[in-house]
């Protein structure tokens, strides 16, 4: 554990907040505006170079300018896809993964250590939630991927931010709710509410709560099923809210946001994947402002469930499509460096404990 722990963590503070820091400090309230961008770019203390230097060297002394620091990186050959492996400051890893589009630099956030949520696919769940992230370990991520990026000698920032790591976002609703508040700011990483993708398994207070929030990202919802029978086989979650709930929710956000909801749904064979229950998801989903996107399952080995081969992945898409659904297959990025999420992190878990 890190001496750091008991420091202030000034990364996740509005500037407001930070003004009222400084200001216990003797500073005057243009300064905050300054550290909040130094902050967001990533400058040590040390570096914040239109500060005086007795106030960096009392900010370096008190403070912790990034609560999250890169623990490893692994490269794909075929693509440039990073998969990052982070520490917080108590020790705990979380991992990320960077994607380089055409279209610009993504980069996928987790939201806790762990997942409490129990999807029975899902290996982030596997061994629980330690705890949520605070909004400064959120953009904390975003900066070390920057810091990544610009090592690598690219001009291009993080562009875009996916919520889909380890975690549920609705579980730690207050500090994602900050988290994107604070990233579209200007003078930090400004990054709007069209960029931001948020994925949930679907719990629906949070959802509508959500929609009167005006963050109107996208939200993904994780479906997975054609109907409640086989959500709760594979969602637990599924058992506290129906379906019908579930769309309803996203109904509410449609109409609040004016933005299309896309439905995650991980082809499970044996379970979830045949073409009658694409004909019956398209029943559910009729007349609603969405898209579709079908993940072919990272088989989980220790849940015993197994991806689909290709034509089941066709077959259900054709399916779909003949619905008049809007519908994608899920672009398999870095696949040569561990696929779902979660994967990553558990390696480096059992690879660093003590042996027996
Ligand atoms: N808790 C949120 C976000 C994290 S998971 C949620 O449930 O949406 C991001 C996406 O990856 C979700 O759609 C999740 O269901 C999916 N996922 C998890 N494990 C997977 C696996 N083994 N194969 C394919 N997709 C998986």
């Known amino acids: 554990m890190s001496e750091n722990v008991e420091k202030r963590q000034l990364l996740g503070m509005t500037p ?30 040390e570096g914040m170079s239109n500060l005086p230097k007795t ?48 279209y610009g630099n993504t980069l996928c956030l987790s939201t806790q250590v762990g997942c409490r949520m129990g999807c029975a696919f899902c290996a982030s769940t596997l061994d629980g939630c330690a705890r949520s992230l605070t909004p400064g370990e959120m953009l904390g991520q975003i900066v070390c991927a920057n810091g990544l990026l610009e090592s690598q000698g690219e001009g291009q920032r993080v562009g875009n931010i996916v919520l889909m790591g380890s975690g549920e976002p609705f579980d730690n609703y207050d500090n994602v709710v900050k988290f994107l508040r604070i990233l579209r700011m200007e003078g930090g990483l400004c990054i709007g509410m069209r960029s931001v ?66 439905f995650e749904y991980a082809l499970v064979h044996g379970v979830n994947a045949a073409p009658e229950q694409a004909a019956e998801l398209a029943g559910r989903l009729r007349g609603m402002q969405c898209h579709v996107n079908l993940i072919p399952l990272n088989s989980v080995p220790e849940r015993g469930l197994t991806g689909v081969s290709e034509r089941e992945v066709d077959a259900f ?26 994967q990553l992190r558990r390696r480096y878990m059992r690879e660093s404990e003590p042996q027996a």
């Open 317 to 342: 898409k054709r399916a779909l499509e003949q619905k008049n659904i809007s519908v994608t297959r899920r672009r398999e990025m870095g696949d040569d460096i561990e696929g779902a999420c979660g």
């Open 55 to 102: 106030l960096r060297q009392m900010l370096a002394d008190a403070c912790v300018d990034n609560p999250v620091a890169v623990l490893s990186t692994v490269q794909s050959k075929i693509d440039g896809t990073v998969k990052l492996l982070y520490r917080l400051l108590d020790g705990h890893v979380v991992e990320g993964v960077l994607m380089r589009y055409k």
């Open 197 to 262: 993708s948020l994925s949930t398994c679907g719990l629906v207070p949070q959802m509508r709560r959500f929609a009167e929030e005006d963050l109107p990202v996208t939200l993904s919802l994780s479906l997975h099923a054609p109907n409640d029978e086989v959500r709760r086989r594979l969602m637990p979650v599924a058992k506290a809210y129906p379906m019908d709930e579930v769309l309803a929710a996203c109904r509410y956000y449609i109409e609040k946001t004016g933005r299309r909801v896309i």
């Open 16 to 45: 407001q907040e930070l003004g009222e820091y400084l200001r216990e400090l003797g500073q005057p309230a243009f300064r905050a505006k300054q550290v909040f961008a130094w902050l967001h770019q990533g400058v040590p203390f």
